[in-house]
């Protein structure tokens, strides 16, 4: 499996053992069943074909092991950690429901709420001596989070472990290379930044990147995409779910608690959702969304091209 691979790639399960107790924490545990993309997972197989499945309890990991590999500082480990933690089940879909298709930011002022309610996390931090506040605000670590087309743990893990599910046109060798190439620099503004030491690697990720950015703006993504939200708004709308209950259950039980509903519109989207061919994805307008632009810094020089 190219996550094992990975992960044995950032010497997982052998982390820091100041991490171990963290990943214990329930708010965090809940993420195991909340698909990275975005509930696809469940979609037609004619248009997704994932090769493995990848949770946001995964992806939380890997940022916070390339994090700590690039700082070894625990608090900005911690807060790579804790980054998608107001992450719904279905993730970004939740987004397009919002009508925030461009920053796709819309549920992440729950980040706070929901760290500072979980008691676990708050005990372990006491133990620590960590500052809750000092990990609830990911974005003022710019190599657990930076503004695009900035790298940062956040942005390269999510082209790893897309290329490695989805685009599938990442390799064991690649993941071995970019982790092994990866370090930090200052750039033009002075501040830290992920980069690169090689061209050559920096141009792989560049390239897996913009195969993503292809995917994503595909009229098969958005219309998958807004056909959850559809799915989930007007389910909301029903009372058959709550917006609460996106953090409640898991993508699977929503799933079963919406097919049991005897509602024959949701019914039908529900059918569409499931097993709905490549070839019916209708040309329509869909909304700009997110550009997943991407300019890596190789040996402290911009690479645009």
């Not at 092991?65 to 807060?79: E, G, R």
């Not at 499931?274 to 911009?302: C, Q, S, T």
Request: hydrophobic share 35%; glycine share 2%; proline share 3%.
């Amino acid at each position: 499996m190219y996550l094992e691979h990975y992960l044995s790639e950032l010497d997982y399960p052998h982390i820091p053992n100041f991490l171990i107790k963290y990943l214990k924490t329930p708010s965090l545990l809940r993420l195991k069943k909340v698909s990275y993309f975005c509930g696809m997972d469940y979609a037609s197989k004619d248009i997704y074909n994932f090769s493995e499945c990848i949770s946001r309890f995964d992806h939380s990991i890997t940022v916070a092991l390339l994090t700590y590999k690039l700082t070894k500082d625990k608090i900005q480990t911690l807060s790579g950690l804790f980054h998608d933690i107001a992450t719904p089940c279905f993730s970004h879909v939740i987004d397009y429901m919002n009508e925030d298709y461009e920053n796709q930011e819309s549920t992440e002022e729950y980040t706070s709420y929901i760290l500072k309610n979980d008691k676990y996390l708050k005990e372990c931090l006491k133990e620590d001596n960590i500052n809750i506040d000092d990990i609830i605000n990911f974005k003022k670590y710019p190599i657990v989070d930076n503004d695009r087309p900035k790298l940062c743990a956040d942005r390269l893990d999510g082209v790893i472990l897309t290329g490695i599910c989805w685009t599938k046109n990442i390799t064991k060798d690649d993941i071995t290379k970019i982790v092994k190439d990866i370090t930090i620099v200052k750039n033009e503004e002075n501040t830290d930044e992920i980069g690169f030491k090689s061209l050559a690697i920096a141009k792989k990720v560049l390239d897996v990147s913009k195969t993503i950015d292809i995917y994503c703006h595909s009229k098969e993504d958005n219309y998958m995409m807004l056909l959850l939200a559809k799915i989930t708004k007007l389910s909301i709308n029903k009372q058959y779910i709550s917006y609460e209950d996106l953090y409640k259950y898991n993508e699977e039980e929503l799933f079963t608690i919406l097919e049991s509903k005897n509602n024959q519109e949701l019914t039908n989207y529900l059918n569409e959702f499931k097993h709905i061919k490549k070839e019916a994805i209708p040309d329509m307008d869909f909304p700009k969304i997110k550009i997943r632009n991407l300019y890596p810094l190789v040996d402290g020089r911009r690479i645009k091209e």
